[in-house]
């Protein structure tokens, strides 16, 4: 079956370092990987979409420079947390699917970032 | 831009009374897609059910919906709530770029 790893499932960081965290699809090809956050409270928020051999495409509020990510095979993702602040704590949310058009996204279990 | 809404925070039952979790959506594509995906604690959010097609009802593992395009509306149920329904549950939205957008999520407790 289709299964996303991601790892770490836990981190804690210094106030103003960064963390990356990474998602690897097993059993499929994750051409499109979709980023969220879910910050304390609230729902999940796309960060970005990533599409192999495409451009990334970050929401509003969301930037390359903050959230840097890499997706350069048909596995595997990564997306860092640039100098990280209380507001970048939550869990963060990987989902991978095989096409760019509307169906589902298999989703990683979140790596949880706290912020020190 | 495209919303979900989801009225309720919680929702405490007793085993064995009907499950019904709203959702609204707002959206200007014509096909999108309509998902609920159940978040268990300490394991990834998957799909339970989806849709796209105008007043079908859609079934799994008990759980149904139909996507109502009149009134925007894709309400989750079950006839008989269990103990292991207990979780988070997601209304999302698929629109016209393949982005999928969230709703708050039902806390559904099920008590005995």
């Known amino acids: 079956g289709a299964l996303v790893y991601q790892y770490p499932r836990r981190t804690i960081c210094k106030s103003g370092t960064s963390m990356r965290m990474e998602c690897q699809a097993v059993g499929f090809q994750a051409t499109s990987v979709a980023w969220y956050r879910q910050s304390p409270q609230k729902t999940f928020e796309l960060i970005a979409l990533?599409?192999?051999?495409?451009?990334?495409?970050?929401e509003q509020n969301f930037t390359q420079e903050k959230f840097p990510i890499s997706h350069p095979n048909l596995s595997f993702s990564s997306m860092t947390v640039l100098n990280a602040y209380l507001e970048d704590r939550g869990l963060y949310l990987c989902?991978?699917?095989?096409?760019?058009?509307?169906?589902?996204?298999?989703f990683g279990h979140g790596t949880k970032l706290s912020v020190l | 831009g495209d919303s979900v809404t989801q009225k309720e925070g919680l929702v405490t039952l007793t085993e064995g009374l009907p499950v019904m979790l709203n959702c609204t959506y707002q959206t200007i594509y014509s096909n999108a897609f309509l998902f609920w995906y159940v978040h268990y604690l300490n394991e990834s959010p998957r799909l339970l059910l989806k849709?796209?097609?105008?007043?079908k009802r859609t079934e799994h593992q008990g759980f149904h919906a139909t996507l109502h395009k009149s009134s925007s509306s894709f309400h989750l149920q079950k006839s008989s709530a269990q103990l292991s329904d207990s979780a988070l549950y997601y209304c999302a939205l698929g629109g016209s770029n393949a982005k999928l957008t969230f709703g708050k999520g039902t806390k559904l407790s099920v008590k005995s």
């Open positions: 990533s599409t192999v051999n495409s451009a990334i495409k970050y």
């Open positions: 849709s796209s097609t105008d007043n």
């Open positions: 989902g991978a699917r095989e096409t760019v058009s509307n169906e589902r996204l298999f």
